[in-house]
């Protein structure tokens, strides 16, 4: 998904991506429990160049998230899948990966027509004006963030709330005990799945970027 979306000129298949994975001992099964093995991955099967960012997505790291959404580039979190696939708090047992797009904001203000223009099928969603060189949204009147967001079981891309993913992605602290019961191999950082997923957040880009 995050292939499609850095526009790579050939897209590796799945399989491919996995055996990518395997052979560089990222995986065992399909698994990614390190961000830092991610990054590796992502730079090598699409070309392009990925920065893993710590400490989840608030702080500093949120200006950068959404800098880098406006840009057009996906952002890769991990976090916690409910039944829904939405984002939930099980300490890391039901980890997951999902692909971030978009942004969809919510303002208390008015938008000027000079950086935004109205969607033409739904009345009161503006976009940046892509003909405006550095058009920006009023920080200031922002109340509700919602991320674009699409995981790889589910079949339409959903729209998360902010702070319910950053939420989830904290908290990714425990290898899930029914996995580690179960007699198969996996592939799991030193310091545990709190040193390889908690609060990691990639930001991809084409390498001319």
């Known amino acids: 998904?995050?292939?499609?979306?850095?526009?790579?000129?050939?897209?590796?298949?799945?399989?491919?991506?996995?055996?990518?994975?395997?052979?560089?001992?990222?995986?065992?099964?399909?698994?990614?429990?390190?961000?830092?093995?991610?990054?590796?991955?992502?730079?090598?099967?699409?070309?392009c160049r990925g920065e893993l960012l710590n400490n989840g997505l608030m702080g500093r790291n949120r200006a950068r998230i959404m800098h880098h959404l406006w840009a057009g580039y996906p952002v890769l979190i991990p976090y916690d899948e409910d039944f829904n696939h939405e984002p939930c708090l099980r300490k890391g047992h039901?980890?997951?990966?999902?692909?971030?797009?978009?942004?969809?904001?919510?303002?208390?203000?008015?938008?000027?027509?000079?950086?935004?223009?109205e969607d033409p099928d739904i009345p009161?969603?503006?976009?940046?004006?892509?003909?405006?060189?550095g058009a920006r949204y009023p920080e200031e009147c922002v109340v509700h963030t919602?991320?674009?967001?699409?995981?790889?079981?589910?079949?339409?891309?959903?729209?998360?709330?902010?702070?319910?993913?950053?939420?989830?992605?904290?908290?990714l602290t425990e290898f899930s005990p029914k996995r580690e019961s179960d007699g198969t191999v996996y592939v799991v950082p030193a310091g545990g799945v709190e040193s390889g997923l908690c609060g990691a957040v990639i930001l991809l880009q084409p390498l001319s970027q």
């Not at 998904?1 to 491919?16: I, R, Y």
């Not at 991506?17 to 990054?39: H, K, L, P, W």
């Not at 919602?146 to 908290?171: I, M, P």
């Open 1 to 47: 998904m995050a292939g499609h979306l850095l526009n790579a000129c050939e897209v590796m298949g799945l399989q491919g991506i996995v055996d990518c994975a395997m052979a560089r001992g990222y995986t065992a099964q399909g698994e990614m429990f390190s961000g830092a093995n991610m990054v590796k991955l992502a730079e090598e099967v699409f070309r």
């Open 146 to 171: 919602h991320l674009l967001a699409k995981q790889g079981k589910s079949l339409k891309y959903q729209l998360w709330e902010y702070e319910r993913v950053h939420a989830s992605n904290a908290q």
């Open 124 to 133: 009161g969603l503006f976009q940046l004006r892509a003909d405006v060189p």
């Open 94 to 117: 039901k980890a997951h990966w999902a692909v971030i797009s978009g942004v969809l904001l919510g303002l208390k203000c008015g938008l000027s027509e000079d950086t935004c223009e």
